[in-house]
């Protein structure tokens, strides 16, 4: 008994409105995240600035890699990414960062409170993604991971023994 399906029987897979959405959720945070980052990078003042400074460059490369994963996985699956800027600024679920200078300590926890925001997107939309394209999901657990690692790491700038 042959498995092999016939041409005609083949189609490919397309995002529903729903996976759709939950990954334009995911997309605005990481665009955001990516601004936010980079906003941090060229305000920040004050003690190890340096370290921080590069530690906010890996972020903003992590986001802005992150966010252009998601928007072609979304366009190989047939969705239409918006990463327009006012899109951005009207769905992202991170909150504002603030304007002028700001020191390290401060810019620690500024930055790790709007990365664990992007997670928390990714965790919402997780399992709904998950019951629809567990390949898609995957990528959703890699930038989970590549977040919480670059959160613990930047976090533990204002930990004290």
Do not use: C
């Not at 897979?13 to 990078?41: C, P």
């Not at 986001?63 to 899109?87: I, K, N, Q, Y």
């Not at 300590?105 to 629809?132: F, G, M």
Request: charged share 25%.
């Amino acid at each position: 008994m042959s498995t092999r399906r016939h041409e005609s029987e083949i189609t490919e897979f397309q995002a529903s409105t729903e996976l759709s959405a939950n990954l334009q959720r995911v997309l605005v945070d990481l665009i955001e995240l990516h601004l936010q980052g980079k906003q941090a990078h060229w305000n920040v003042i004050g003690t190890n600035f340096r370290d921080l400074h590069l530690q906010l460059d890996e972020l903003v490369d992590f986001a802005r890699e992150a966010s252009d994963t998601v928007a072609e996985r979304m366009r190989a699956l047939w969705a239409v990414p918006d990463g327009r800027t006012d899109t951005v600024a009207a769905n992202t679920t991170l909150p504002q960062f603030p304007p002028h200078e700001q020191s390290t300590a401060d810019v620690v926890d500024l930055i790790t409170t709007r990365i664990y925001a992007a997670v928390d997107t990714l965790r919402t939309v997780h399992d709904p993604v998950d019951a629809e394209d567990p390949s898609t999901a995957d990528i959703l657990h890699q930038l989970i991971d590549g977040l919480e690692k670059l959160a613990w790491l930047i976090k533990t700038e204002n930990r004290k023994v």
